[in-house]
Each structure stands twice: as C-alpha cells, then as structure tokens.
C-alpha cells in the first residue's frame, strides 16, 4: 500500500509565497511522472505542473514563471514552489504519482489533497 501524504498548504496574502510537499511512502520501486492538480469551488480538477522521472517539466499557462515544480527521488518527494500567489489560485491542491510497486504492478495514486487559500 502507498500513501501520499500533501504539506504546506494555508492562507496566503495575494503576491506570498508557499511551498508544497508530497511524499510517497509504502512499496515503492519507482516513482515515475509526479504531479500536483488543483480544484477550486464548483471547478473541474486541474492539471498545475507535472515532472518526469527524468525532470521534464510541463505547467499549466496560469502558472507558468510563477510556480516551479521539483522532486527528490532519494526522499520520494514532490515540491510545488508557488510565488506570486493570486487569489484565483485558492484550491484544493492534490498529488499525484505513478507509481511502479516492488510487485512490479503499476498504478497511479492520488493524495488527500492540502487547502491553498489566497488572500487578496
């Protein structure tokens, strides 16, 4: 069984800055693309900012030169580094991983997800 477990969500003033964690524990043989999405209120949930085992990066147009996505494959961690936060970027923000067991199987996992609330 796999966990991901999402930090550092809170309230913001708009143009603050947050940085968010997701770490991945259980039986892990590798995590390949990792991400973060986001639901707002009454919204679609959203594809933010993805990263490759390799660290490729892809980011949606509204985040793009604001939010930086990077991994620590050694602690089996993602971070969303978000700067010049906008209210419009109040959501739920959850994790995801695709993940390869050390049954080989392979599945793709999300987190409880972590409240970002942007004050204007």
């Known amino acids: 069984q796999v966990q991901l477990v999402e930090s550092g969500g809170g309230l913001v003033q708009a143009g603050g800055s947050l940085r968010l964690s997701c770490a991945a524990s259980g039986s892990i043989l590798s995590l390949n693309n990792m991400g973060w999405y986001r639901q707002a209120p009454g919204k679609q949930r959203e594809l933010v900012a993805v990263?490759?085992?390799?660290?490729?990066?892809n980011y949606a147009d509204s985040v793009k030169g604001r939010f930086t996505i990077s991994r620590d494959n050694a602690k089996n961690t993602v971070y969303l580094q978000m700067n010049s936060l906008k209210p419009e970027d109040t959501a739920v923000y959850y994790c995801?991983?695709?993940?390869?067991?050390?049954?080989?199987?392979?599945?793709?996992?999300w987190g409880r997800g972590t409240q970002v609330t942007v004050s204007s």
């Open positions: 990263i490759t085992s390799g660290g490729s990066t």
């Open positions: 995801n991983a695709d993940i390869t067991y050390t049954s080989r199987s392979r599945s793709t996992n």
